[in-house]
């Protein structure tokens, strides 16, 4: 296990009626000017949008909205935010809704400090020193960005995604209220549950050993494709719903990355394909991940996924372990495509051939050679595309 330093400072108020403590976390820092951040309609058609802006009024906490941000949110929506902070003079950036919404604010909330475009952040030609106070209402379970210290910004114009991360972007405090995620489509239910899968699997299939950081691993792994199902199959299954919330939390806030780290292969080639296709994380996650496992198992991989068929999936422990590698992988498809419903392939949310090759230079990082569980160049890349095609 590898030296850490703990230090996870995001509060988290979990369960019915939390949001009642919103005010309060906020006035607890001194803010009384907020920058209140949201993607399209969810919260107004659930009614959240109404509750937050008539708590804050009644504790006198002044609101100004930046709406409209987009899945996978882009670099031009950090830098109206940042602009509306600065005009207004705002103390704190409130997000309230899922991934996309509460990453914006994380960049906004960074991007107050830097006179100029915020994607020169994101390319770190200057760097995050410091950042206004975040604060989090999640409607979805999904990145864990309520509790980590990223923010995954697209660009447009030159097809990039890429995460900004800094400990200053951890949120204060988040709101973690299950009953709110009762609205998520069924879609977005599945593609979150497996985004949350592929945090723990990035971290489980690391370099590093930790062996109580795989166990916890395990019992989250088991918690998505416990409740997965259970959730689109009964949208307000309170149990379901809270489960796989607070599972998405623990997923990414760095508790299972403590003395072990993360790989991030399947983050750094999924990137790619929402940057040039603007599909959903997780749908693309879905599609890559089974690939991803065939193409890196090998004599030195086997026996982690023996551990991960065994501990994870229930498979036999007394098969020969190329078998039970086999049927881990088919059990991974089994889960993700049968059991939660998402696409199989590249072609069947519209991605063919044609960006192929640029994207597998893309996501071939130096990081994607040097710290992955195996490491893997463009060719590899490419190779595990064309795979899912
Ligand atoms: O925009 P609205 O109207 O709110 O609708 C959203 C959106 O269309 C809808 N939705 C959210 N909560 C809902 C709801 N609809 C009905 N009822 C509710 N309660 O769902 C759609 C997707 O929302 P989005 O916020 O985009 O999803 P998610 O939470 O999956 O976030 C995805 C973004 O986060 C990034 C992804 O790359 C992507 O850009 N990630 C962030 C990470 C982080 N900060 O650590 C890590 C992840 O690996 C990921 O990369
Ligand atoms: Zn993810």
Redesign the pocket.
């Known amino acids: 296990m590898l030296n850490f330093h703990y230090d996870i400072g995001t509060e988290i108020y979990f369960g019915k009626g939390q949001l009642s403590a919103l005010p309060g976390a906020i006035q607890k820092v001194g803010v009384q000017k907020v920058l209140l951040v949201y993607g399209g309609n969810s919260i107004r058609r659930s009614g959240l949008y109404d509750q937050v802006k008539d708590l804050l009024a009644q504790a006198r906490i002044q609101v100004e909205e930046l709406g409209g941000v987009e899945p996978n949110p882009r670099v031009t929506s950090v830098n109206r935010g940042a602009q509306l902070c600065r005009e207004k003079g705002l103390q704190a950036v409130l997000a309230v809704g899922g991934g996309s919404a509460i990453d914006c604010a994380k960049a906004i909330a960074a991007a107050v400090y830097y006179d100029g475009d915020a994607w020169d952040l994101v390319l770190q030609k200057a760097p995050v020193t410091q950042a206004l106070p975040i604060f989090s209402v999640v409607t979805l379970a999904?990145?864990g960005s309520e509790m980590d210290r990223t923010a995954v910004i697209s660009n447009l114009e030159t097809n990039d995604k890429l995460p900004l991360k800094y400990d200053v972007m951890r949120p204060t405090a988040s709101i973690l209220d299950p009953t709110y995620t009762y609205t998520v489509p069924r879609n977005q239910t599945a593609a979150g549950t497996a985004?949350i899968f592929?945090?723990l699997v990035e971290g489980y299939f690391a370099r590093e050993e930790a062996y109580l950081q795989d166990r916890m691993s395990e019992a989250l792994m088991k918690t998505c494709v416990h409740f997965g199902p259970i959730a689109l199959a009964k949208p307000e299954d309170y149990e379901a719903r809270a489960n796989l919330m607070w599972t998405a939390s623990l997923a990414?806030n760095e508790l299972l990355a403590y003395g072990k780290g993360t790989a991030w292969s399947v983050?750094s080639m999924?990137h790619q394909l929402s940057a040039y296709y603007d599909i959903t994380?997780?749908v693309g996650?879905a599609i890559l991940t089974p690939a991803w496992m065939r193409h890196v198992l090998q004599e030195s991989t086997l026996p982690k996924f023996v551990e991960y068929g065994v501990n994870v999936f229930g498979v036999d422990p007394a098969l020969p372990q190329e078998e039970i590698a086999q049927r881990a992988i088919q059990a991974t498809e089994t889960f993700l495509f049968d059991s939660l419903g998402l696409p199989r392939t590249l072609r069947a949310v519209g991605i063919g051939e044609e960006h192929l090759e640029e994207m597998a230079q893309k996501a071939a990082t130096p990081a994607l050679y040097e710290n992955a569980f195996v490491s893997l160049g463009a060719e590899d890349v490419l190779a595990i595309y064309r795979a899912c095609l």
């Open positions: 999904a990145t985004d592929s945090h990414i983050h999924e994380h997780g996650l």
